[in-house]
């Protein structure tokens, strides 16, 4: 069973941690978050035509056509 540490020692070793992690850049951060949304767009894009050619399908094949 592993011992019990109070609040202060935790602290402490989280602080110590903390300190060790290589954090990205700002300019790092900003590719980033400048690729997550190009991928985001390009997903939405991508299910939007899916959406419109499946339900011209489905309105082609069911006759519910507009």
Same mark, same amino acid.
Request: glycine share 4%; net charge positive.
């Given at each position: 069973?592993?011992? =019990?540490?109070?609040?202060?020692?935790?602290?402490?070793?989280?602080?110590?941690?903390?300190? =060790?992690?290589?954090?990205?850049?700002?300019?790092?951060?900003?590719?980033?978050?400048?690729?997550?949304? $190009?991928? $985001?767009?390009?997903?939405?894009?991508?299910?939007?035509?899916?959406?419109?050619?499946?339900?011209?399908?489905?309105?082609?094949?069911?006759?519910?056509?507009?």
């Amino acid at each position: 069973m592993a011992s =019990k540490t109070n609040p202060f020692t935790f602290l402490q070793q989280v602080r110590s941690e903390t300190s =060790k992690v290589t954090w990205p850049s700002r300019r790092e951060t900003t590719i980033s978050t400048l690729m997550v949304f $190009v991928m $985001v767009s390009l997903a939405a894009a991508f299910f939007f035509g899916a959406d419109q050619l499946l339900g011209w399908l489905m309105s082609l094949i069911l006759n519910v056509g507009a």
